[in-house]
């Protein structure tokens, strides 16, 4: 008896016909998978531009509040009108520090930022200082016969990077006027605007021009992020590839958090214990705009955002994007941007105080903390544009 082995063919042409069905299965599934996830994208890049624009509109009409309370100052220069206007000036720049999330990728803002708030500022370059009564524009009749919106303009950062005319510090200085003893917040009286203070004129002609300037800078701006206007930034943001927009998103957190604050405004502090080297130096709020600064990340992580009106916004953000392709590191970001915000909330203000004593001193030791802790949180954002595949240049 002979014995018949089986023909292996058609089991082979079966497991070849199952696989394939498989595999069209399996693409099947991973083509609606793709689409899901560039849908996302665009959402979240949809959502932030509407925070964007959310952000941006409060930061305007704090602008106006304080372009009206400088008007009033300059009507009937009292203690109370002055006053009135250093409070308008703090409200109107904590809601622009939420907004610097939103630069560092040649967006709107990064057009005129230099009339908005840049710093540090020679101050004796606008006007008089202590040791320096005749200085500054202010008070340069002979070379400036008039002041004027185009010559405000024409000399800011003329000869240096630190001659700074216009923006928000160019306000405060001219509100506060310069500390005394080099600590502290400035103590300008509000007689360098009553009828008889010397150059008074053209000492409130300069502070409304600039404070109309900061207006007129931040109204462009919103006007950009508009939703609804074809031509706008807004518009061709939202046109861009997702992976495009998102690089710019990404690299706004890590520019800020990373090199601008963690850097900039508190290593260099830190390591030189010059109180010059803090942004607002003349208020002396330098903590309150760093926290502003460290919530409009997380604002933009999220997707949310509360108007001054009370309106919320809300969206997916880069977090839940990033949940939908690695969930461990969109768990760990999050950890790490609740951190920041501790971080820079526990400084003890005023900035000027919290930046000497020894290294162990606890306002050094809350200082060092919030620098490693915005580093960490740059290095992270980074990390994240890693897992989506988008490349970054910060």
């Known amino acids: 008896m002979t014995t018949r082995g089986l023909n292996p063919k058609p089991f082979i042409a079966l497991i070849a016909l199952l696989f394939l069905r498989l595999s069209v299965l399996a693409g099947g599934q991973e083509a609606p998978q793709k689409q899901a ?20 509109r409060d930061a305007l009409e704090s602008a106006k509040s304080l372009q009206k309370a400088v008007g009033s100052l300059i009507a009937a220069a009292s203690e109370e009108s002055l006053s009135a206007a250093r409070r308008a000036w703090l409200a109107a720049h904590q809601v622009y520090s939420l907004t610097e999330a939103f630069r560092f990728y040649d967006g709107p803002i990064d057009q005129v930022e230099m009339f908005v708030n840049s710093w540090p500022i020679d101050a004796s370059y606008i006007d008089y200082v202590a040791d320096a009564p005749n200085s500054g524009i202010v008070n340069a009749v002979a070379n400036y016969p008039a002041i004027s919106k185009t010559l405000v303009i024409s000399l800011n950062a003329k000869d240096g990077e630190q001659n700074i005319t216009a923006g928000f510090h160019a306000i405060e200085f001219l509100l506060w ?7 502290g917040a400035g103590n300008r009286s509000w007689q360098d605007y009553a009828d008889a203070a010397k150059n008074v004129e053209r000492r409130r002609e300069y502070l409304k021009i600039v404070t109309d300037l900061l207006v007129e800078n931040l109204q462009t701006v919103v006007g950009e992020w508009e939703d609804g206007k ?3 930034y807004r518009a061709k943001f939202l046109a861009k590839e997702p992976d495009a927009a998102l690089a ?7 520019a ?3 090199p601008e604050l963690s850097g900039e405004r508190l290593t260099t502090a830190y390591e ?3 109180r010059s080297e803090q942004q607002s130096c003349f208020s002396n709020s330098t903590c309150e705009d760093l926290v502003a600064n460290a919530l409009g990340i997380r604002n933009v992580f999220l997707g949310d955002y509360t108007s001054t009106a009370g309106v919320k916004i809300e969206g997916p953000g880069i977090f839940e994007l990033l949940k939908a392709v690695d969930p461990v590191l969109a768990g760990k970001l999050s950890g790490q941007i609740s951190e920041a915000v501790d971080a820079v909330k526990n400084i ?7 930046i000497i004593g020894t290294n162990q001193s606890p306002n050094r030791i809350a200082m060092k903390k919030a620098i490693n802790a915005l580093k960490a949180q740059s290095d992270m954002v ?3 544009a890693g897992a989506l595949s988008i490349k970054l240049n910060l």
């Open 382 to 384: 980074v990390q994240a």
């Open 177 to 183: 006027g310069q500390p005394p003893g080099g600590r």
């Open 272 to 274: 030189t214990k010059e």
């Open 256 to 258: 800020l958090s990373g």
């Open 230 to 232: 074809g031509t706008n």
């Open 248 to 254: 710019d998103i990404l690299k706004g957190m890590g």
């Open 37 to 56: 996830l560039v849908d996302l994208k665009r959402s979240v890049v949809a959502n932030y531009a509407a925070v964007a624009s959310a952000t941006y």
């Open 348 to 354: 003890p203000p005023p900035f000027d105080k919290a």
